[in-house]
């Protein structure tokens, strides 16, 4: 009888150890998803500030992309010089036609305008760092207080209630 009595205890602590397993088991899988679904009170994104939030999507060197220019001054080589007959006679026995005869004109033959030269400006890496943060956010990182509810106030009554019956 000792013997039957002793294997029933026994099937019974196993049981509830087993039960004790089972419970704590489910528990620790539930615990990572009840954590990752909390939604934050605290009304601010999780941020930490990098190399990132020290980077403009606009260049700040306040300059343009422009191409270099060698510019432009005019030498003897853009211009040309035509003579136009202006006496209005006929070259004969009697008119030779002499230098009078002609008006020298210089006409601009380049087709350039005359221009300083200029250095141009390829947008860098550089052109788009800062000092100062560019991401707009403030550094945070969620603490508790952040997925408590201020307003959740729990009641008197249901406290009284639990340590009664506790």
Known sequence: MKKT???????????????????????????????????????????????????????????????????????????????????????SETHVHTDECYETTTTQTCGKEESEPTEGHTHSDECYKSEELQCGKEEHEHEHECYSNKEDVEDPKTLVLCQENG
Request: proline share 2%; charged share 25%.
């Open 5 to 91: 009595n002793k294997k029933r205890s026994w099937k019974q602590i196993v049981s509830i150890l087993s039960c004790i397993v089972v419970f704590c088991t489910t528990y620790a899988l539930i615990l990572p998803a009840v954590t990752m679904s909390k939604e934050t009170y605290c009304g601010k994104e999780e941020h930490t500030h990098t190399e990132n939030c020290y980077v403009s999507e606009t260049p700040l060197c306040g300059k343009e992309e422009a191409e270099a220019s060698e510019g432009h001054v005019h030498d003897e080589t853009c211009y040309e010089e035509v003579r136009n007959l202006i006496c209005g006679l006929e070259e």
